[in-house]
């Protein structure tokens, strides 16, 4: 058995970065640049006003207060989208939206509220002050800068800023296929009949939703038997993938074939068998360049070793380089003892007590339970050799949904 931090280093060794693909920014959501992308003009590209009211010459209004009120002549109109061209001169003034470009010669806004209109005059009862509610030109980006270097992972304002800045398609890192193939006779697919004493493949299901979670696209295998042939013919099929994972039939019963199905295909043993619980037997290699993980069948432990070594690889071939599920403390909230020389995760739910977060296991830790992974927050990370764990220990918790929806508005 191996530290799975030391197998997590031999697996991310084995994993390349994808290249790249040119695809529409709506569809980039998720994804990483593959290239930097530099503003070609200035954004704004023209002074603007940042209020509707009026654009004038601040020397005209200066000291302007309730009892000294100052009048200009209106002059004109420059609505957003229908510039005012002409320059204005002292005295004068042009009616502005907001978004509407600030005509030569005005340097400030004077705000609708702060004014009176008396026929073709404007009355300001207030001085904004020089500059005020102009929004220059480059405020926001100036041309040649690199606004979004090559690494940066595409979320709604980014989309937002490829579009300000003129891009309908961009570069962005490939997704992989990762082939899935569940193992073992006692398993039945949905569209089975199942009877008292089958498994429901529920593998496939779970591990192509870790896939395209993170952003993969999974390809399914269907259900191999025990039987070395026919797992050959459908590994054999998924090497079109850039990823192949099975399930089940690593360990060391009589049928668990799939380590040996895997080397006689060529794959060249990296490790088997990690110091974690659950996910013990994982089989780790590569056939060719390409990475093949023969994930335990349990499917608890299937999706935890999942999360500690398919995820960080699938994230890295996309171009990520912040790999791993975020590390939070948290205060348990009962005693735990876990058995000798392997490192537990073990599944936890985390709650707030008068602003502590705390972690509480939930319930039943086998590796065939996935109860208890649907009831999970994270996974409480406890290395044995510190073991037993009291109630009031701190400890580290993998958090696995990181964007935890709250039940409570802001506003309450
Ligand atoms: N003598 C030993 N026995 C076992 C050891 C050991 O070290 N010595 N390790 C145990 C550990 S730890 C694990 S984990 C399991 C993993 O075994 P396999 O990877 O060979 O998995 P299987 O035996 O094929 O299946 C285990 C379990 O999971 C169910 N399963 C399998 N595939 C699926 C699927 N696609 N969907 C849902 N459920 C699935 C299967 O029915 C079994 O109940 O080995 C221990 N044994
Ligand atoms: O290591 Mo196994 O995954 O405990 O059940």
Redesign the pocket.
């Known amino acids: 058995m191996i530290p799975i931090g030391e197998a997590q280093q031999k697996v991310l060794e084995e994993i390349p970065v994808l290249g790249r693909e040119r695809i529409h920014i709506l569809e980039a959501l998720g994804r990483v640049l593959a290239q930097e992308v530099a503003a070609i003009r200035d954004v704004p590209s023209a002074n603007n006003s940042a209020m509707d009211g009026y654009a004038l010459r601040h020397e005209d209004i200066a000291g302007a207060e309730a009892s000294n009120p100052k009048r200009v002549k209106l002059i004109g109109d420059s609505p957003a989208g229908r510039p005012y061209l002409e320059p204005i001169g002292p005295g004068e003034a042009v009616r502005i939206m907001t978004g509407g470009l600030i005509p030569p010669g005005a340097d400030t806004v004077i705000m609708l509220e702060d004014t009176d209109r008396d026929g073709d005059y404007v009355i300001c009862s207030n001085d904004p002050g020089n500059g005020a509610h102009v929004r220059p030109r480059g405020e926001d980006v100036q041309a040649g800068e690199v606004v979004l270097p090559a690494g940066t992972i595409v979320r709604p304002p980014e989309v937002g800023m490829l579009a300000t800045l003129g891009h309908a398609y961009v570069q962005v890192h490939q997704r992989p296929l990762v082939a899935i193939l ?3 006779d ?2 039945v697919d949905l569209d089975e009949p199942f009877t008292d004493g089958k ?9 192509a939703a870790q896939v395209a979670e993170c952003g993969g696209i999974p390809l399914s295998l269907g ?1 191999a038997t ?1 039987n070395e042939s026919d797992q050959r013919a459908r590994i054999s099929e998924g090497l079109r993938a850039d990823v192949i994972l099975t ?7 009589k ?2 074939l ?1 380590k040996d199905t895997l080397t006689q295909l060529g794959m060249r043993v990296k490790f088997w ?1 990690v110091a974690m ?5 994982l089989v780790f290699g590569t056939i060719g360049n390409k990475p093949v993980f ?6 608890t ?2 999706m935890i070793s999942f999360e500690q070594f398919v995820r960080p690889a699938l994230l890295k071939m996309m171009g990520h380089t912040n790999l791993y599920r975020p590390l939070v403390n948290a205060v348990l909230a009962q005693d735990i003892k876990v058995s000798p020389g392997r490192l537990h995760l073990v599944r936890c739910k985390l709650f707030d007590k008068d602003g502590t977060m705390m972690a509480v296991a939930t319930g039943t830790q086998s ?2 339970a996935l109860r208890s992974m649907v009831l999970a927050d994270g996974l409480l990370v406890l290395p044995s050799e510190r073991s037993p764990f009291s109630a009031g220990d701190s400890v580290s918790v993998q958090v696995l949904h990181s964007t935890p929806l709250s039940s409570h508005s802001p506003y309450e």
């Open positions: 569940s193992t073992g006692e398993l498994v429901v493949c529920s593998n496939s299901y779970s591990l259900i025990d399930s089940g039939g690593v360990s060391v019963g049928y668990d799939v068998k619980k659950p996910g013990k037997p023969g994930l335990p069948g349990n499917p432990s299937a590796s065939g």
